[in-house]
Nanobody, 122 residues
Framework: QEQLVESGGGSVQAGGSLNLSCIAS?????MAWFRQGPGKERERVAH???????TYAESVKGRFTISRDTAENTLSLQLSSLMPDDAGMYYC???????????????????WGKGTLVTISS
């Protein structure tokens, strides 16, 4: 069981920026960020695969950037131009396959962090 610990959440004004980090207990080939807003289902924000290729949800393209440091087993998410719909709990997730899973895989198949909360203020 992989341990994942997120940090960096907080309150930010609309239009602002935030940086989230995740520390993993071991190297994992696929890593991702999910989020869950109030009254919404958990959704994948971005993932990065074994080869370093990043994929983003349409709602965050051009605004968020995912990156990883394989040597330190860390994952980051840079959030920019934040909007109210971006608010929610952000979760770091890992799945040890070179290609990241498609959306039909169950959430239970991922290893999860506890989450870090992002709120948007005026």
């Amino acid at each position: 069981q992989e341990q994942l610990v997120e940090s960096g959440g907080g309150s930010v004004q609309a239009g602002g920026s935030l940086n989230l980090s995740c520390i993993a207990s071991k190297y994992t080939r696929c890593m991702a960020w999910f989020r869950q807003g109030p009254g919404k289902e958990r959704e994948r924000v971005a993932h990065i695969n074994f080869w370093g290729r990043a994929t983003y949800a349409e709602s965050v393209k051009g605004r968020f950037t995912i990156s990883r440091d394989t040597a330190e087993n860390t994952l980051s998410l840079q959030l920019s131009s934040l909007m109210p719909d971006d608010a929610g709990m952000y979760y770091c997730a890992a799945h040890d396959t070179p290609y990241c899973p498609t959306d039909d895989i169950g959430l239970a198949m991922w290893d999860w962090g506890k989450g870090t909360l992002v709120t948007i203020s005026s």
